[in-house]
């Protein structure tokens, strides 16, 4: 897909609506294309045939578990919101 074609098919979405729901889909998608690669070396690790690489995957098992949450509060907002809760008590 070229860019022209992308400008011509943005000339379509005439409310703001339907350009903000197409980027906060755009959005969820490469999100979720990160948190997939993220995992994966855990994945490889707990299907490993050796001992330590297991034991090693069930201990980043842990830390990765955390930072998705982190991760996904994130992009919803709610770790703004916290925060902004948290800083100026409103």
Do not use: C, H
Request: positive net charge; charged residues 15%.
């Amino acid at each position: 897909m070229y860019i022209s074609e992308l400008l011509v098919q943005s000339a379509y979405y005439s409310s703001v609506s339907d350009v903000v729901n197409r980027f906060f889909s755009l959005i969820l998608g490469v999100s979720a294309i990160v948190i997939a690669l993220l995992w994966l070396p855990i994945a490889f690790g707990f299907f490993s045939e050796d001992e330590k690489k297991r034991m090693e995957a069930k201990v980043r098992v842990k830390y990765a578990f955390i930072g998705t949450i982190i991760f996904i509060l994130a992009i919803t907002g709610t770790l703004y919101a916290v925060v902004y809760y948290v800083a100026t008590g409103t």
